[in-house]
């Protein structure tokens, strides 16, 4: 994509949000202003879904474009020879880990929220099975099967059969962020492997809600800060705890970033 699709709100040092699901930055607004009080939020949107694209035909998502994009975002919004802040959610999270693993230098901190990195389980297999599942469920009964069978997996139940519902006309997907979701970013995503070795040195913290103990995203926080020596936290709610509590969500975000 050649123009950046980008907002800028705050001052002070330049903090880079990677929004989760398909990249849009739905919900995000009152956790940014909280942060913009004491940081220059660089609010990364990689498809342009909030800047007039959705509806637009949109390829299949890879974890290393995403984190060019940032990378060129970076050298946009940074003064030379300084360095930012990175906080990405879900598949945001992923990107900001390989942004942190190819280019550690331009980074002060990451935080990774809830990455769904299944590689690093010893499960690795069956989770990514579950997510092909999901796609699978998706293409045959709609989003809200989908959705009910993707919140399944992160939780751990039991499955429910898809029920009567059907696949989404081809406009009708281009023009939901979550069906783009889960038919471009999903399962390319959750196959993607972390670099550990290059992260073993980072600045890095991985983060995951307390209502998510026990669901898998949870467990891919802890796993992966165990094995790259960051520093695993607890946030506020669950998967989408930074919509739920802005304002205790900013302020642990600070304070990990102050480490």
């Known amino acids: 994509m050649a123009d950046l699709c980008h907002d800028i709100r705050g001052d002070g040092p330049v903090l880079l949000v990677v929004p989760g699901g398909a990249g849009h930055p739905m919900g995000l607004d009152p956790l940014t202003a909280e942060l913009a009080e004491h940081c220059t939020v660089v609010t990364y949107d990689p498809l342009g879904l909030a800047h007039g694209r959705l509806g637009l035909p949109v390829a299949e ?29 879900s598949s945001g999270g992923i990107a900001a880990l390989d942004l942190l693993a190819r280019h550690p230098a331009r980074l002060r901190h990451v935080i990774a929220h809830e990455p769904p990195v299944v590689r690093v389980l010893p499960d690795a297999e069956r989770q990514s099975a579950m997510f092909a599942e999901v796609y699978d469920t998706y293409r045959a009964a709609g989003l809200a099967a989908a959705g009910a ?33 889960l038919t471009r970013v999903l399962t390319r995503f959750t196959a993607y492997a972390p670099d550990l070795d290059a992260l073993r040195p980072a600045p890095l913290t991985l983060a995951a809600g307390v209502d998510s103990r026990g669901g898998l995203l949870h467990r891919t926080a802890s796993v992966a800060a165990e094995l790259t020596g960051g520093h695993f936290a607890e946030f506020p709610g669950g998967h989408l705890g930074a919509a739920e509590h802005p304002r205790k969500f900013a302020a642990n975000v600070l304070d990990a970033l102050r480490r």
């Open 149 to 181: 069978r993707l919140a399944a997996g992160l939780a751990g139940t039991p499955a429910t059969p898809p029920g009567d519902g059907r696949p989404p006309s081809p406009e009708e997907e281009l023009s939901s962020p979550m069906a783009l979701f």
């Open 61 to 89: 998502q890879r974890v290393e474009a995403w984190s060019e994009g940032a990378r060129r975002v970076l050298d946009e919004v940074l003064p030379d020879g300084e360095s930012a802040y990175v906080l990405g959610f």
